[in-house]
């Protein structure tokens, strides 16, 4: 699976949009992105994930680089319940292991 | 959809006890199911992976005797610490494949404290 890299923290302001990236440069042709997001004390959420092409869901939109060595994905308008670590992950969809880094920490403040 | 149960989400043991977690899928039936445990201020941890009816998959440097995993149904996945130590004590954290739109599926997890 490919190794992926985000910035450990980030801040957001209220209302804004929260843009986290991820790096996966070594990604295969076979690899999905995955993004999840962890509160304090839960088991992590899913949020969206997609393989080559722009992906919106209800909750963000997760934006492809064409040579699918990186990723963004975006919160339209943060609140201060999206507080929370957000990982992103390169995984086989089918049925391969998520391996989680260390995730962004993204506070949202007023 | 896509609803995973974690069972219990808090327990205290003694020291040389045994604990039992449960992961089950509600709406869903999940073949795969994995293990991770998390320690305060860092990232989820791979364990194991728990496959229906055969031996679980074992990451390196996890003891498969101390955490024993049993996938006996579609829908249940236990994971038992056995001789829990203080060390043991951690975010027990489970996940089931549900595919389509929900992806890989989490239960709220299981504070273990050992005492």
């Known amino acids: 699976d490919a190794k992926t890299t985000q910035p450990p923290s980030m801040d957001c302001a209220e209302g804004r949009a929260a843009n986290l990236p991820c790096n996966h440069s070594?990604?295969?042709?076979?690899?999905?992105v995955y993004w999840y997001r962890q509160i304090h004390s839960q088991g992590p959420q899913y949020i969206i994930h997609g393989l080559k092409n722009n992906e919106t869901n209800e909750m963000a939109s997760l934006i492809i680089t064409e040579d699918r060595k990186s990723s963004t994905l975006i919160l339209p308008h943060a609140t201060l319940r999206d507080t929370a670590g957000y990982y992103c992950i390169a995984v086989y969809n089918q049925g391969g292991k998520l391996i989680f880094g260390q995730g962004t920490e993204l506070s949202v403040k007023p | 959809g896509a609803v995973v149960s974690q069972h219990p989400s808090r327990v205290i043991c003694k020291s040389g006890t045994s604990v039992k977690i449960e992961c089950r899928s509600l709406d869903f039936q999940a073949t795969t199911m994995f293990w991770y445990r998390q320690f305060p201020k860092q990232s989820l941890m791979l364990m194991a992976t728990s496959n229906e009816g055969s031996k679980a998959t074992y990451e390196q440097g996890v003891e498969k005797d101390k955490f024993l995993i049993n996938h006996a149904s579609l829908t249940l996945s236990t994971l038992t610490v056995t001789s829990a130590h203080p060390e043991d004590s951690s975010f027990y954290i489970c996940s089931a494949l549900a595919g389509g739109a929900y992806g890989y599926t989490f239960g709220s997890g299981t504070r273990l404290t050992v005492v």
């Open positions: 070594t990604i295969s042709g076979n690899e999905y």
